[in-house]
């Protein structure tokens, strides 16, 4: 069985430029999410999606950055423009279940992205 | 909130050695507790869980034990391999939450030197 695929593995940017991050679950997962994983930290959720409806994105800084799932299925996440401070491991992670009953995560190698 | 506290790292242990890494919750009610492993380049993969006190979750030789009266779930090993050299991070998931919801600890990186 594949994994969750992210793409691009890394990415370097200068600040204020915008940047988006792809990623594409488990076939037939129904839960999406996105953390952020600033290094020497544990991650952080940013946006959950149980298919193509936005679960919970109160942890998501939406003055620059966005996320969408595409019909429920492939998921983008933008940040626009790009602070210093967003250089960090950008994870994807998908489950099979529904809210409340999502059950195990599974993550993806995750986007390193580097503002300078 | 809830909130989860791990022992700082390194760790660095000689192969066959004993590993222990610290982890204490603070949650509401009986979350349920997780250990993940962030080998060098890949995603998190869960290591092992358990769901209600006094459960002991357990794969590929760790083991860790969810003690509801010191609020714990610390990770063991008996005897560690290179191959075990990691950043593991403990985590918990309300009650309820379908595991939908993952409060993490900071990580603890282990370095195994044969």
């Known amino acids: 069985e594949a994994g969750v695929a992210q793409s691009p593995r890394y990415k370097i940017i200068e600040k204020r430029q915008s940047v988006a991050f792809w990623c594409n679950p488990i076939?037939?997962?129904?839960?999406l999410y996105w953390y952020q994983q600033i290094l020497g930290q544990g991650p952080k959720l940013l946006i959950q999606?149980?298919?193509?409806?936005?679960?919970?994105d109160s942890q998501l800084p939406k003055d620059r950055f966005s996320a969408e799932r595409l019909k429920g299925v492939d998921s983008t996440l933008k940040i626009q423009p790009a602070k210093l401070e967003d250089s960090a491991v950008y994870l994807c992670?998908?489950?099979?279940?529904?809210?409340?009953?999502?059950?195990?995560?599974?993550f993806g190698p995750g986007t390193r992205l580097t503002v300078t | 909130g809830d909130s989860v506290t791990q022992m700082e790292g390194p760790v660095t242990l000689s192969e066959e050695a004993f590993l222990t890494i610290n982890c204490t919750y603070t949650?509401?009610?009986?979350?349920?507790l997780f250990w993940y492993v962030q080998y060098p380049g890949e995603g998190l993969q869960l290591l092992l869980k358990a769901t209600k006190a006094d459960d002991k979750g357990s794969n590929k030789g760790f083991e860790a034990t969810y003690r509801k009266e010191t609020t714990s779930f610390h990770l063991e090993k008996g005897s560690v391999q290179v191959s075990d050299s990691a950043v593991y991070f403990c985590a918990l998931s309300p009650l309820n939450s379908g595991y939908s919801t993952l409060t993490f600890g900071k990580g603890t990186m282990l370095l195994v030197s044969p």
């Open positions: 992670a998908s489950s099979l279940g529904s809210i409340p009953y999502s059950y195990e995560q599974y």
């Open positions: 076939s037939g997962h129904a839960t």
């Open positions: 949650a509401t009610g009986y979350p349920s």
């Open positions: 999606f149980q298919n193509n409806g936005v679960v919970d």
